[in-house]
């Protein structure tokens, strides 16, 4: 009985029917007396560099003999007659397994240009979303060969993604989480570990915006903090750094920050406030993959950054985040509070990496208590999916391509709305910086004869989404009404972009004809007012 893996001769016709000539195939499928097939070439030079080719060896054997190496040609199937085969050889299972994810390779490609290209672009009828996926067959690639391995929890493909983002950002330690927002609780719980010299405790002072965000401000408030708020520039949406000084005191012990929409905060005089009082300071760079500050990239300033991958942000894995930070002991922290709290550090799928699993003494626990099932932390189960992992890596080999897209397309309306700017005050780029842009933000000056409402109704009817900054002024929501907190100076700033600020989209799914049509909307909408 024939199987999957199995090698065969076969006497096949020639195109012109007459001849027969004999071949040597490999059966991917047996039903009844047909099987499926797939041809095997000893033509390695012709069929090599095809993504449709795998090579095999004589050493990939579990039966049989090869005389040289060949290529399995994963396009050429046929259905054959098992009983004109003779069984002549067999695969082993790797190759086998490698065969056949080849194939589920072959197919998402088809699948990808068949179902998934975008439509054409019709100006005015083709919604223009402000963010969204942008993706090809590799992530789709990536996710299926992830989902054979059937890892499903965290596992290699994680690895591999913290391995690209650490090397990418330049930090020593990447610590993979669900989301951004879990990724900003990490960082923040993580500063109230024991293991550190100087923790965080419920009382303390936190210093940061109410322009932005829930999920920045959230943990200060879970964590039992007072937050203490500053307000922002109209112009880079950031706090100044007198600012920020003018808010400490002796109970502040922490500066937690977001790089608005792309744009870094000042982060020099920033760096020289916390080393000056001895206070953290955490990035918020979910909104801001690959600006730079000083020539450096954001996420590597901070004791701790925070990183999210929702499918808004700079690149995707559906859902998804991480922790950035050079400091071994605050990455032991926030592993242990992502992993339910545990002292044990060993990677899914690993057991004893300490050398001593039966030899810890910790708490009132008997010592030689196993040391996967020792917290010191009490901590939260907030492990992604190795799927995800495995999307997000193929993003990454196109995040060079997404930054270059968004800068490209904040430039263009930047130039075009130049004439414009007795209505419109649109973010600029901190001094010292090269924002990836998250948006193209934009505020309504006072004396314009128009209200934010007419401008985004507008543009809504004309097909194109807008957002505002996230919360507003956070402290006008219903959840942050009543927290305990501090206002230094005022938040007049924050209250005029709540009230008259918005952003179109910059992302590279937005190409140079979208981003034409965009600025020939706008254009329209203030010549007519």
């Known amino acids: 009985m024939l199987k999957p893996g199995d090698i065969v001769l076969v006497d096949f016709p020639f195109s012109n029917l007459k001849k027969i000539k004999r071949r040597t195939v490999l059966v991917l499928d047996v039903s009844e007396q047909d099987i499926l097939t797939s041809y095997i070439t000893t033509k390695i030079s012709k069929y090599i560099n095809r993504e449709t080719s795998v090579r095999i060896e004589p050493e990939d054997l579990s039966f049989g003999r090869m005389k040289s190496s060949s290529l399995v040609r994963l396009e050429k199937i046929n259905y054959i007659d098992s009983r004109f085969c003779k069984r002549v050889a067999a695969l082993n299972k790797n190759k086998l397994d490698e065969i056949l994810r080849g194939y589920s390779k072959y197919f998402t490609r088809k699948h ?36 054979l391995d059937f890892w499903l929890t965290l596992g290699p493909w994680g690895e591999r993604f913290e391995s690209a983002l650490t090397e990418y950002i330049r930090v020593k330690y990447t610590v993979l989480t669900n989301s951004g927002s879990s990724a900003n609780l990490l960082a923040f719980a993580a500063l109230f570990s024991p293991n550190l010299e100087r923790p965080l405790q419920a009382g303390d002072e936190v210093i940061t915006t109410a322009a932005g ?9 879970q ?6 708020f500053v307000d922002v520039e109209l112009e880079t949406l950031v706090p100044k750094p007198d600012w920020i000084a003018d808010a400490v005191t002796e ?35 979910c909104d801001a993959l690959g600006s730079k500050y000083d020539g450096k990239l954001t996420g590597s300033f901070g004791h701790l950054a925070t990183q999210s991958f929702y499918p808004a942000h700079h690149i995707t894995m559906g859902e998804g985040g991480a922790v950035l930070t050079n400091d071994p002991l605050l990455r032991r922290a926030v592993l242990s509070l992502r992993d339910w709290g545990r002292d044990c550090w ?33 901590g939260y189960n907030l492990k992604p999916l190795d799927l995800q992992a495995a999307i997000g890596l193929a993003q990454m080999e196109k995040l060079p391509q997404f930054i270059s897209a968004r800068r490209q397309n904040y430039k263009r309306y930047a130039e075009a709305l130049i004439p414009y700017q007795d209505y419109l005050i649109f973010q600029r780029p901190t001094p010292n910086s090269d924002p990836s842009w998250f948006l193209f933000f934009m505020t309504i000056q006072n004396n314009a004869p128009f209200t934010r409402k007419d401008f985004v109704t507008y543009l809504e009817e004309n097909k194109i989404q807008t957002r505002m900054l996230f919360g507003g002024n956070l402290l006008r929501q219903p959840a942050y009404q009543h927290i305990p907190h501090r206002v230094v100076g005022d938040l007049k700033n924050t209250d005029k972009i709540m009230r ?20 020939q909307c706008i254009k329209k909408f203030l010549e007519k007012v």
């Open 346 to 378: 060993c990677p899914s799928g690993s057991d004893n990496t300490c050398g001593k699993r039966f030899g810890w003494k910790l708490g009132d626990l008997p010592y030689g208590y196993d040391h996967k099932y020792i917290y010191s932390h009490i």
């Open 213 to 221: 965000f829930p999920t920045t401000l959230s943990p200060i408030v």
């Open 251 to 285: 109970k502040t012990r922490a500066v937690f920050l977001a790089h608005t929409l792309g744009n870094p905060n000042y982060i020099n005089e920033i760096q020289e406030i916390c080393k000056l009082y001895n206070l953290y300071f955490i990035e918020d760079n």
């Open 500 to 519: 008259d600020g918005f952003g179109v989209g910059v992302y590279p799914g937005i190409t140079e004809e979208i981003a034409g049509y965009i600025i």
């Open 112 to 147: 990808y240009n068949n179902i998934h290209k975008k439509e054409r672009f019709i100006p005015g009828q083709t919604r223009i979303p402000y963010a969204g996926r942008v993706y090809d067959e590799k992530e789709l690639i990536n996710l299926i060969d992830s989902s």
């Open 223 to 228: 964590y039992g903090c007072i937050p203490v």
